[in-house]
């Protein structure tokens, strides 16, 4: 698969390893995937970051993500789902913490393996995003799997990179109208 990566799908791919070590990371995710897109500038995805406002919102994006962190890796909707059945994420995060430390329910906690191995591995939900780039690119006809289909497998997947990325604005539709411009059957569905 890596074969048919553009040069700048491998940057992003290397630039998430970096992004990993960066953070004192066990292991690569979808946060450090998106993270890396940020840093590449030229590309169709650095083109839908600038139009849909976030090259310059990096700081909310990270704040975000912190905040999904410490809520153990919950997304808004997860939340939302539990104060529904009456379950204050806030009150439990703030208690475990308080008993525990800042950061306890962090799923970056755990062992440093890569010290002894030399290097990071992608989490099960970082390769999931590799695969769906492919299932993206080959649904738009393309031979090549560049940075464009990783950010719209990254907006696709449902979790907290997608959950951080619509509440800044970003969702599939979004992204894609912004590197593609609008879809031709958007048009026939009004129509029709």
Do not use: C
């Not at 066990?26 to 890396?36: F, I, K, N, Q, S």
């Not at 913490?97 to 890569?114: C, I, V």
């Amino acid at each position: 698969m890596f074969e048919r990566f553009t040069r700048g799908a491998r940057a992003a791919v290397k630039g998430a390893v970096v992004q990993a070590e960066r953070a004192g990371a066990d292991t690569v995710t979808e946060e450090h995937l998106l993270l890396a897109l940020l840093d590449q500038e030229g590309g169709r995805a650095s083109f839908a970051f600038t139009a849909l406002g976030l090259r310059d919102r990096r700081a909310s994006l990270a704040a975000s993500f912190t905040e999904a962190r410490r809520r153990g890796g919950l997304t808004r909707a997860d939340t939302d789902a539990l104060a529904g059945l009456g379950i204050d994420v806030g009150a439990i995060v703030s208690r475990v913490e308080g008993a525990h430390g800042e950061g306890a329910l962090s799923a970056a906690r755990g062992g440093r393996r890569w010290w002894w191995s030399g290097h990071r591995p992608f989490t099960p939900g970082a390769k999931g995003v590799l695969e769906n780039a492919l299932r993206v690119a080959l649904g738009r006809g393309d031979r090549f799997i560049g940075e464009e289909h990783l950010l719209l497998a990254l907006t696709a997947k449902p979790g907290v990179v997608a959950d951080v990325l619509a509440e800044h604005g970003a969702t599939y539709a979004t992204v894609r109208r912004a590197m593609y411009g609008p879809d031709p059957d958007e048009g026939r569905a009004r129509a029709g």
